[in-house]
Structure formats: C-alpha cells, structure tokens
C-alpha cells in the first residue's frame, strides 16, 4: 500500500481551510516577534527581561491548562477560533502604544494575554484532529502542522526582521492585525462535520475528572514528558543574546535575530520530508540523540555568524519530526471525551520546559557562562531523553 502524501491529506477540505488559517495566524505571530525582541534590545532590556518576555509567550499554558481544557470540550471549535483571533487583534494594536523602557511592562501584559489565545487556539486544533482523523491521516496531518508551524516562523522571521528595520515597529503590528484579521475572515467559511459530545459535569468536576483520568493513565504521563523533551529547542531567548552579543557587530540585530530564526525555520519545515518516514517507534531514541549532538555541534561554530546559521540550520532538520511524532503517540492514546483536556496538560508541561529553558538561559548568560556552554546543556538534554525513551520502550511498548 503506498504512502498518503501530503498532497493528498490537503484534499480534505477541512484540512485544508485550517492548514490555511493556521498559516496566516502563525506568519502574523512571528512576523511581530522580531519586532517584540528588537524593542527589548532598543529600550535596553536585560538579559533577565528578554528571558521573562519569551516566558509570556509560554506562561498562559501553564496557567490555564485546566481551565483551557475546560473551553476546549465544552465551546464548539468554530466559535473559540473566532473569539480567540479577535483578542489576538486587540492585543497586537495595543503593541503599537509601547514606546520606552518603561512600557514593557505593559508589553509583558499585553504579550501574556495574547498569548492566551493563541495557546487555547493551538491545543483546540490538536484536540479536533484526533477526533475526525486516525492512523495515517492523523500523522501526515501532525507533520504538516509542524511543517506550516515551521514555514511560518522562517517567512515570518526574515520577512518581520526586514519590515521592522526599514519600516518599523507599528509598520509591522499594523500588517500583523491585518493578517489575524484575514485569518478570522477565513473562519466563517470553515464547515466541521463532527458529533458533540455531552457532557453533564460542571467545570469543576470536567477539570477533576480530566486531572483524575491522567493521573491513572501512567503511560501518558511518560508520554506528555517525552513530548515535552522537544522544550530544549526554546531557543528565542538564547538566539536573542547571540545577536545582542556576538553578531551586532556585523549586522543590526533585528536582522540577525530574523535571519537565525529563519535559517533554523528552513531546516525545521524541510526536516519532516526527509525524516518524517523512517521516524517509528523503534528507533525513535536515535532521533533524540542525533538531535543532541546537533545542538552541541552548532555550540562549537556560534561564534561565527556564516557557521552559526549552518549550525542552526542543521539543529532545525529533526525538531519538528521529534514534536509531531510525540504527538501522533499521544494523540493515539487519549479517550475522545478527555482530548481538551489531556492536550492542555500536554501543553502546559511542555511550555514548563520551554520556560525552565529559557530561565536558564537569561540567569545561565547574567551569571556569566559562555552562551556555547549554556547550548551545549540543552543539547545533553536530548541525549537524556534518548535514554528516558528506551527505558519506556522496553516497560510500554
């Protein structure tokens, strides 16, 4: 039997009219993040500061997990989407008030909540494809999430770093509401054949139950960490200190933070197509430990911005077959009634590793270690996890 390919996955017209919003809300979302991380080094933000707003972008998932998990198997897919998009809009033109140091205390608040909706939105959509798509559709439909995920964040990137230079800030926030706009626009027309499932509990007991049915799920729970192993790849903040101390010297930092980001993007949106296929799980601790001796090689060649971005480029080939395929393991695990809210706790423990990360990355740098070394512990933290995953293969699978 031959493979489904992508193309034939994006047949599907549901798929592929969310595949499109997902990739004009996410182009918005990093289009601005370059503009955010350039703000920070123009008002003279610390190193503690720009660890502690990449944090807003991940705090609400860990928060709110129970309470987004809630909204996710209680309010019907669609209406979340177009409420979650319109304070998305909000919350980028109140960016455009931000003009000093002194501001960014606003910023942090206006990025957290920002960042609400944009997280909700994300497990909403990881819990919806579990529940009209299985086996191979599932996976293929992970990977190209990944892939537009990854697309995104390489355009929006390099694209974001050139307007932000030439343009500026609010020239970058006006597109950015532009687009979530055309995203909400594009959500009317989404057709979702799916069977509501009842449920009689109230908040409380729907938060409870699903906490109870996870905690009795050992093999889950193994799986949420494994899942949550791919945080050692938060390099936002580290990438950020890379171009404020290394890399201005030879080009402005809005651009060497959008071209990094990029050149990473590419290997991240390529990787699944060349990698994707041989992934299973019988030698998925390969993949973890080839993915942490990538990082430690791209530690070794930072302090050459060419070498750099060769560096990051090849760190970016596996991330993303990593992510989606512990995904598809956990997807495949969860009863339909508990998906929201498994899928919240999936996310909160894996923005809690990308938070940890990036925590000691800022304090790692303020403390006075070399930003080689600080990589170097982040690409260790895959070859433990290749070690982590056999120890569960050989208990689970």
Request: aromatic share 14%; with cysteine; hydrophobic share 55%.
């Amino acid at each position: 039997m031959s493979k489904l390919t992508y193309v034939e996955t994006l047949k599907n017209p549901t798929v592929a009219r969310l595949t499109l919003i997902q990739f004009i809300s996410y182009f918005g979302t990093w289009f601005s993040q370059v503009a955010i991380a350039s703000m920070l080094v123009e008002y003279g933000a610390s190193e503690t500061l720009i660890a502690y707003m990449a944090m807003m972008v991940m705090l609400p998932s860990i928060l709110l997990a129970p309470i987004s998990g809630y909204i996710i198997d209680r309010i019907p897919f669609k209406i979340l989407m177009q409420t979650l998009l319109i304070v998305e809009i909000s919350m980028t033109l109140l960016f455009m008030t931000i003009h000093s140091l002194e501001g960014l205390p606003w910023l942090m608040l206006f990025l957290f909540i920002r960042s609400i909706a944009a997280s909700t939105l994300f497990s909403a959509e990881m819990a919806l494809f579990p529940k009209i798509f299985k086996g191979e559709m599932l996976k293929n439909i992970n990977e190209i999430h990944s892939m537009v995920w990854s697309i995104c964040f390489a355009l929006g990137m390099a694209i974001g770093g050139l307007v932000t230079y030439y343009f500026g800030y609010i020239a970058t926030f006006s597109i950015d509401v532009l687009l979530y706009i055309i995203a909400s626009l594009i959500v009317i027309g989404l057709k979702i054949n799916l069977k509501s499932v009842i449920h009689t509990e109230n908040a409380i007991e729907m938060m409870k139950s699903g906490f109870i049915y996870l905690k009795n799920h050992t093999k889950l729970l193994h799986l949420i960490l494994l899942h949550s192993s791919i945080g050692f790849t938060s390099f936002d903040a580290l990438v950020t200190l890379l171009a404020d101390f290394h890399y201005k010297y030879i080009l402005a930092v809005p651009l060497a933070i959008g071209w990094l980001n990029a050149t990473r993007a590419i290997g991240l949106s390529i990787g699944p197509m060349l990698f994707g296929r041989f992934i299973n799980s019988s030698n998925l601790h390969y993949f973890f430990m080839a993915q942490g001796l990538t990082i430690i090689f791209w530690a070794f060649v930072q302090y050459n911005f060419t070498l750099s971005l060769i560096g990051i480029l090849i760190v970016g080939l596996l991330a993303t077959s990593l992510w989606s395929y512990t995904y598809y393991l956990l997807q495949q695990e969860i009863e339909v009634k508990f998906l929201g809210r498994v899928i919240a706790y999936n996310d909160m423990i894996f923005m809690i590793t990308n938070i940890l990360v990036t925590l000691f990355v800022g304090y790692a740098a303020k403390m006075g270690m070399e930003l080689k070394y600080i990589t170097m512990v982040m690409g260790c933290g895959f070859l433990a996890t290749a070690l982590y995953y056999r120890w569960f293969k050989r208990k689970y699978l």
